[in-house]
């Protein structure tokens, strides 16, 4: 078991969720997957509790006969040293300035190694093993949700500069409209804009997808919208990147048939043959990505994270 084996972890803002990932393929096998609600604005003691819980249920999945543990994790963290640096943004403030590796393989008894990396670049990481990436060699990853996430990988490796890469290899704060990208295709523009045209105000965006399902017309135009403004800020990446595919992932994805015609007409007329798939594996891509961290480490193919 420890040789084909480890743990994929996905860390969120309300939930850890961790699983047993073989090593072989990156399949996630589902009867070890544990989820466990998190308080992210609890005190410290409390919310490395509920990680180890968690982490501690699957490994007993696995008869204790575990060599690694991949997690990923939210921004900002210095993923190799494995201490959090999130504050200001309402969420895990109470582990800031600690050393996770060292909190969880105490609170665990694990003498193994724990390998971090940021749950956008797991996303895609996975789904470059074991998704819709799979077997294709230029590929950009991006998460739609709360916020935009983007990652480049040329062969199953994370990019952060190099031709066709924005600055960092971040997507989120690139310029558009005099604002930065995020600002127009996240959950929090959809939401705003439905509030400011409508009056009315939803909780989610899956209120909205259900609209646009049952014909709102401001609901399929914001999505339509979202659609085109994600073409136009990735086609000059996807073009001087020579991407073969785009995957998506993220909550927005699942409204996919209402902004997804207008993106890829939006590629076309920039002349764009990048292809666009969209992520069908939900959380188990990033945790499948997270253990590609652990794989690759234990293979020597990367500097530890």
Request: proline share 3%; with cysteine; glycine share 12%.
């Amino acid at each position: 078991m420890n040789n084909e084996y480890v743990i994929g972890a996905d860390i969120g803002g309300s939930h850890i969720t961790a699983a047993l990932v073989s090593l072989r393929d990156g399949a996630v096998v589902d009867e070890s997957k544990v989820k466990v609600a998190v308080n992210a604005g609890a005190d410290a003691a409390d919310i490395i509790n509920r990680w180890t819980n968690a982490l501690q249920q699957v490994c007993e999945a696995a008869n204790g006969h575990v060599t690694a543990i991949g997690i990923a994790m939210p921004g900002p963290f210095d993923y190799p040293a494995g201490i959090s640096q999130i504050r200001g943004v309402a969420k895990y403030e109470a582990l800031y300035g600690m050393n996770i590796r060292l909190a969880l393989q105490a609170a665990l008894g694990f003498s193994g190694d724990i390998y971090f990396e940021n749950d956008a670049s797991c996303f895609a990481l996975g789904e470059a093993w074991a998704g819709e990436g799979s077997g294709c060699s230029r590929m950009v990853a991006v998460t739609l949700g709360t916020g935009l996430g983007g990652t480049f990988l040329h062969n199953n490796n994370i990019l952060h500069s190099g031709d066709g890469i924005p600055p960092e290899g971040y997507i989120y704060n690139l310029p558009y409209k005099g604002a930065m990208a995020e600002d127009f295709i996240s959950s929090r523009w959809l939401l705003n804009e439905y509030h400011q045209r409508t009056g009315e105000r939803l909780n989610e965006v899956k209120c909205l997808g259900e609209l646009a399902e049952k014909g709102d017309a401001t609901a399929l135009q914001l999505f339509t919208e979202l659609g085109t403004s994600l073409g136009e800020v990735l086609f000059p990446w996807l073009s001087q990147f020579e991407a073969e595919r785009m995957v998506i992932g993220g909550n927005i994805r699942k409204a996919h048939p209402y902004f997804l015609p207008a993106l890829q007409s939006c590629l076309r007329q920039h002349g764009i043959r990048t292809t666009v798939h969209i992520s069908n594996r939900g959380e188990n891509s990033a945790l499948s990505g997270a253990a590609w961290i652990c794989k690759a480490i234990l293979n020597n193919n990367i500097n530890a994270r």
